[in-house]
């Protein structure tokens, strides 16, 4: 599987950003999708996720109610809508792949073998 994110910017507090991965590569439905995050000098961090066939998402807890995590398996893209934005979200995202078959979505960046390169979000107080 291979990701491209795409969709980022600049945005002032209190906007929406769109963001969009798109999957390239077989069996994309069978993978659990993430999106992570890494501000300047902090580690990369959960933000959402999705498993491959059902409805059901995880999100961190500085983002709940905000973000909100999608997939279209027949498209093979991911989104993640973000509202309500602030400066606390300025990072560089990346959507990520996890192929797992059990039936949990993880919250580990090293659970995720693949990733896209990162889209650049930068929000403005």
């Known amino acids: 599987v291979q990701l491209q994110a795409c969709g980022g910017g600049l945005v002032e507090a209190g906007g929406s950003l769109r963001l969009s991965c798109a999957a390239s590569?077989?069996?994309?439905?069978?993978?659990?999708m993430g999106w992570f995050r890494q501000a300047p000098g902090k580690e990369r961090e959960f933000v959402a996720a999705?498993?491959?066939?059902?409805?059901?998402?995880r999100y961190a807890e500085s983002v709940k109610g905000r973000l909100t995590i999608s997939r279209d398996n027949t498209k093979k893209m991911v989104y993640l809508q973000m509202n309500s934005l602030q400066s606390e979200d300025t990072a560089i995202y990346y959507c990520?792949?996890?192929?797992?078959?059990?039936?949990?979505?993880?919250?580990?960046?090293?659970?995720?073998?693949?990733w896209g390169q990162g889209t650049q979000v930068t929000v403005s107080s």
């Open positions: 990520a792949a996890d192929p797992t078959r059990e039936l949990r979505i993880s919250l580990a960046a090293t659970a995720y073998d693949y």
């Open positions: 999705i498993m491959r066939s059902v409805a059901i998402t």
């Open positions: 590569g077989r069996y994309f439905s069978n993978h659990n």
